[in-house]
Structures are given as structure tokens and as C-alpha cells.
């Protein structure tokens, strides 16, 4: 899901036999447009059968950018308003299953791809055009990367997690687009779902039972602190930020929405008042 529009709320969803259109070619996926005043369906983008379906969203002023469970992957450009497709980048064979798509904030027609390989593999977009303009492999070991991360702290390097035992934080040079550091959690701390970056630290956020958060220095990628989370909120599934806080969602039985205090500050430490934590029950 991506919420970076005035008037709306976008996400990427599976459809069901009899809700797909008269004459479509077979996909079973779609990207939602759902306008916040009312909640209501505003616009769909139906995919292909050939673009399958898409895991990782992120968007622009005029566009969505869709990941997708491809081989090879693909990327789909969709205009907002009219939710059509306006270009397809379509990746190398090998780089296959786009798991997410990032931008960099500190160059905003730039987007990040990372493939569910061994190892992954990470790809730098121009989104103008949808052309590719370098790609990487990550090291031996560094496999089928979840998440990423590059904020408007990070003008030099982007930040990965990995879905492996236990997780691994990888630092890539924007430069190069090489792997220059990479951090080994410990023994639990696996599958890095989310990371978050502030001006000193990263937060990585495991989908284990607990889930973990764990606070890393960025200057020498060592990990300063973690956080376990509370008995039943487990398997963290996202994480954003907020000011001074970081909020994870959990898959649980009766989902929860866990706030943190401790981005851009430090040490990381639960909430201190009991009303900054919330259970969301459907």
C-alpha cells in the first residue's frame, strides 16, 4: 500500500475469478485507487497474465510504480489518474521476482529494485524513462532481499535487509552500486521485513516470535540496541516512521500497531505511557 497522494490511497491486491473484467487475459491482480474521503474504489489497474502480480508499491506526483512477481521481474509505471499502464521495464532474465521498490529520497527520479534471488540482486531505475542504469549482485549469502532503504539522510549509500537466517543489513554505495559493509544479526533475529533510516541509525524489523527491533550505527554498521517486542506481537510485517517515533504492524491473530519511541534519538526504548500502543482488532 502507498499513501503519497492528496486525495488517495493506493494498493496492490489479488482478484477473484468473478471480479475480473469481461475479456481479461488471465491475471489475477490489480492496483486499487481508493479515495480517502469517502473509502471508496476510485480506480482500478487490472494486470496481465505476462505481469502476473505485484508485491512492492511506491509512487510520484503523477505515478505509481508497481514490482512484480515476474520471471524475469518487471517494473510497471501506471498513470494515477487514469490508471493505465504508461511503460513497463522489463529486467535481464536472472533478475527475477521484484520483492520491493524504493526511492531515493535524496534523488527523486531515482528507484531502487531489489530481485528475490541468491543473492540478491539490486538495480537502480530511472523512473523518467524506465530505463535501467546499473545493477549489482550482493554477495554470496546476502539472499532474497525484503526490504530497503534509503532516506534523506542517506545521500551516499542505501540500506538492505534480507529474508535469511539470521537476517543481514547490507550497506550499498550509490556511486558504484556495490556492497561495501554488511552486518550478520543474531541468532533469532531473522527476516528483515522492514528498515528505516534516520540521521545516525538504522531500525531493522524482524518477522520472528518476538519481533525484534534492532538499532544499527551506520557509520560501522554495528548493532547499538534492540528492542523485543511484547508477548503477542509478533512477526512484524511493516514499519514506518513518524517524527520521533517508529511504528510496526504485526500478523497476528488480532493484528497490532506497536509505537516505539527512539527515531532520531536514542537510546531505543519501548513507549513509556501506556496509551502510545495500540491493538487493532478487525
Given at each position: 500500500m502507498e499513501d503519497g497522494d492528496a486525495g488517495h490511497i493506493f494498493a496492490a491486491v489479488s482478484v477473484a475469478a468473478n471480479h475480473k473484467p469481461v475479456?481479461?487475459?488471465?491475471?489475477?491482480?490489480?492496483?486499487?485507487?481508493?479515495?480517502?474521503?469517502?473509502?471508496?474504489?476510485?480506480?482500478?489497474h487490472f494486470f496481465t497474465s505476462a505481469d502476473n502480480m505485484a508485491y512492492t508499491l511506491a509512487m510520484d506526483?503523477?505515478?505509481?510504480?508497481?514490482?512484480?512477481?515476474?520471471?524475469?521481474?518487471?517494473?510497471?509505471?501506471?498513470d494515477k489518474r487514469t490508471m493505465k499502464v504508461a511503460n513497463t521495464l522489463v529486467l535481464a532474465p536472472g533478475s527475477n521476482d521484484v520483492r520491493w521498490i524504493f526511492k531515493d529520497a535524496t534523488n527523486p527520479r531515482v528507484l531502487y529494485a531489489l530481485t528475490n534471488t541468491q543473492p540478491g540482486g539490486v538495480l537502480?531505475?530511472?523512473?523518467?524513462?524506465?530505463?535501467?542504469l546499473r545493477s549489482s549482485t550482493l554477495n554470496s549469502g546476502c539472499d532474497n532481499p525484503l526490504a530497503g532503504v534509503s532516506s534523506v539522510f542517506d545521500r551516499d549509500f542505501l540500506y538492505i535487509g534480507t529474508n535469511t537466517v539470521p537476517g543481514r543489513v547490507i550497506k550499498v554505495a550509490k556511486d558504484t552500486m556495490?556492497?561495501?559493509?554488511?552486518?550478520?544479526?543474531?541468532?533469532g533475529e531473522d527476516t528483515i521485513?522492514?528498515?528505516?533510516?534516520?540521521?545516525?541509525?538504522?531500525?531493522?524489523?524482524?518477522y520472528t516470535k518476538p519481533g525484534f527491533v534492532v538499532q544499527i550505527r551506520k557509520s560501522d554498521m554495528r548493532a547499538v540496541g534492540k528492542l523485543p517486542l511484547s508477548i503477542g506481537e509478533d512477526k512484524i510485517t511493516a514499519m514506518v516512521h513518524g517524527k520521533e517515533h517508529l511504528y510496526a504492524a504485526t500478523d497476528t491473530v488480532h493484528g497490532r500497531l506497536v509505537r516505539l519511541q527512539g527515531f532520531r534519538s536514542w537510546p531505543l526504548k519501548a513507549p513509556s505511557q501506556p496509551e502510545v500502543k495500540a491493538s487493532v482488532v478487525p
Open positions: 475479456g481479461m487475459d488471465g491475471g489475477n491482480a490489480a492496483v486499487i485507487k481508493i479515495r480517502k474521503s469517502d473509502m471508496r474504489i476510485a480506480g482500478v506526483a503523477g505515478f505509481i510504480y508497481s514490482g512484480q512477481y515476474t520471471y524475469p521481474g518487471r517494473i510497471v509505471k501506471i537502480r531505475v530511472d523512473m523518467d524513462n524506465m530505463k535501467l556495490q556492497q561495501v559493509a554488511e552486518l550478520p544479526l543474531s541468532a521485513v522492514s528498515l528505516q533510516s534516520d540521521a545516525v541509525y538504522l531500525y531493522a524489523a524482524t
